[in-house]
């Protein structure tokens, strides 16, 4: 079965959106990929987390576990 993509595998993928100029370089969008990753309830990392909690003074970000379909 295949993995379902998540949006930052799709926005890292140059198949995908990643092969927009925009996306080609993402060293820049650390704040947005954070805030797409607690949008889309999917795992932060440590430093993630810190970044989340900096920029939304929330202590805890909701996760969901990923769809298999």
Known sequence: MPRTKTIIDALRDPQLLG???????LS????WLV???A???LMLDA???ALFRERT????AATLKPLRL
């Open 47 to 49: 430093a993630e987390l």
């Open 19 to 25: 092969a927009l100029p925009a996306f080609r370089d």
């Open 57 to 60: 003074g929330r202590q805890v």
């Open 28 to 31: 820049t969008w650390a704040a």
């Open 35 to 37: 805030f797409l990753k």
């Open 39 to 41: 949008f889309y309830g």
